[in-house]
Structure formats: structure tokens, C-alpha cells
């Protein structure tokens, strides 16, 4: 084969090939980035001495009395990279669980909790109780090419303070 016909061929399948895998390459850096910061953030948060003050009883843990309480909420929207949306695509055709989201969804969970748990804290609450996460799509569907998709995930619970005695 001439080697201009050689280039041709590579240059067609980079083309086709080539933003699907800079897209898996980048999306999966930056992931790793934002996961590896908010493991940094809770590791440090755990090893303060602060406790583990977020569940999802309906009662408080102690049995004191409360001085002080307070609804508390965070929320956060995130998306998948076109990679994940492309993987996400076919098993959403062929069927089966779609694994490609579990990084960024697992991130939103455990980001929201978090910073729920650190506004707690900084406003001197010993305990959320009663905590709930909701997740919801954000989507939008066009005739064209223009399709984008993120979920929003949203943690509230009350915030309660102890009576120091």
C-alpha cells in the first residue's frame, strides 16, 4: 500500500476513534482528581476527631436533651464523560447494569454527605439525624446532537446540638 493511502486510513480512524478515547483519558484523570480530593477531605475531617455525626435515625443516638436544632442541606450536580455516556448508551440498549456511572454517581453521594456533615460541624451541631439523599436526572434530549445528562443529588437533615452540662 502507498503510505499516503496508510495515513489516510489512520487519519479516518483517529478521527473516529480519537475523541472517544481523549474522552476516556481526560474524563477518568479529572474523576480520579475530584475523588482522590474528597477521600483527602473526609480522611482529614475523620482523623480531626470529629465524630460520625450523619444517620438516618429518626431519634438522636444520646438520650439528652437538645438545645438546638436546624434543618442542614447540600447538593451538588455532576456528569458523565461522553465515554461514560457512550458505555452507558449501549448497556442502556442491550441491557444490564450500568457500571460506567458508578464512579460519579458514588462521588455525588458521598459529596453531599460530606458537606452536610462539614456545614454541621461548622456551626457547632454534634448530630444530623434523619438524613436523607435524593437523586435526580438532568436531562436534555433534542432532535440534533445536542444531548447532555448530569444528576443532582441533594442530602438534608436536622442538625441537632446537645445540651452541655
Known amino acids: 500500500m502507498e503510505p499516503i493511502v496508510v495515513f489516510w486510513y489512520g487519519f479516518i480512524i483517529f478521527l473516529s476513534v480519537g475523541p472517544w478515547f481523549f474522552s476516556w483519558l481526560i474524563g477518568n484523570w ?3 482528581r475530584i475523588i482522590d480530593r474528597l477521600a483527602t477531605e473526609e480522611k482529614s475531617l475523620n482523623d480531626s476527631g470529629a465524630g460520625h455525626p450523619v444517620n ?8 439528652t436533651n437538645i438545645e ?3 434543618l442542614v442541606m447540600s447538593s451538588i450536580s455532576v456528569g458523565p464523560s461522553w465515554w461514560q455516556m457512550m458505555l452507558g448508551g449501549w448497556k442502556n440498549f442491550f441491557g444490564g447494569r450500568i457500571e460506567s456511572y458508578d464512579k460519579m454517581l458514588g ?5 453531599v454527605l460530606h458537606d452536610m456533615r462539614v456545614q454541621a460541624l461548622q456551626q457547632g451541631f454534634d448530630e444530623v439525624i434523619n438524613v ?6 438532568v436531562s436534555k434530549k433534542s432532535k440534533g446532537d445536542d444531548k447532555t445528562a448530569g444528576y443532582e443529588f441533594i442530602a438534608y437533615g436536622t442538625a441537632i446540638k446537645y445540651v452541655r452540662s
Not at 107 to 111: D, I, L
Not at 132 to 137: D, G, N, Y
Open 30 to 32: 479529572h474523576q480520579g
Open 56 to 63: 438516618n435515625l429518626s431519634k438522636p443516638s444520646k438520650d
Open 132 to 137: 436523607r439523599v435524593e437523586t435526580s436526572m
Open 107 to 111: 462521588y455525588g453521594r458521598r459529596k
Open 68 to 70: 438546638n436544632s436546624m
